[in-house]
Nanobody, 130 residues
Framework: QVDLVESGGGVVQPGGSLRLSCAASGDPGSFFDYYSIGWFRQAPGKLREGVACRSAVDGSTYYDDSAKGRFTIFRDTIKNTVDLQLSDLKPEDSAVYYC????????????????????WGQGTQVTVSN
């Protein structure tokens, strides 16, 4: 059993940046070679939403409109993580951020839908505030 573990959340001022990491505990090193990963977020009182997804097959990426141009999802092979770089953060980006996966999703875009993943991490809090 591989557990997804998020880290890197914190408090940052508007316009600032954070780098979130998704690690696979118990992974001998090949998990992210086979499992596509999605980053999601959930703000208080709102539905969880997909932010960015990365394909394990070819490294292609998918971004929600709210993330385009500001967030980047990528594989860090040294750390063996799939990270989400958050830039130009806004107060409305404040949320708990989760990484998630599903074996053999129909498409990368489908993985980024709320019903896409079936395996979730515990989340990391991002707060954007003065």
């Amino acid at each position: 059993q591989v557990d997804l573990v998020e880290s890197g959340g914190g408090v940052v001022q508007p316009g600032g940046s954070l780098r979130l990491s998704c690690a696979a505990s118990g992974d001998p090193g090949s998990f992210f070679d086979y499992y596509s990963i999605g980053w999601f977020r959930q703000a208080p009182g709102k539905l969880r939403e997909g932010v960015a997804c990365r394909s394990a097959v070819d490294g292609s990426t998918y971004y929600d409109d709210s993330a385009k141009g500001r967030f980047t999802i990528f594989r860090d092979t040294i750390k063996n993580t799939v990270d989400l770089q958050l830039s130009d953060l806004k107060p409305e980006d404040s949320a708990v951020y989760y990484c998630a996966t599903r074996a053999s999703p129909a498409s990368l875009q489908s993985l980024c839908q709320l019903t896409g993943p079936n395996h979730w991490g515990q989340g990391t809090q991002v707060t954007v505030s003065n």
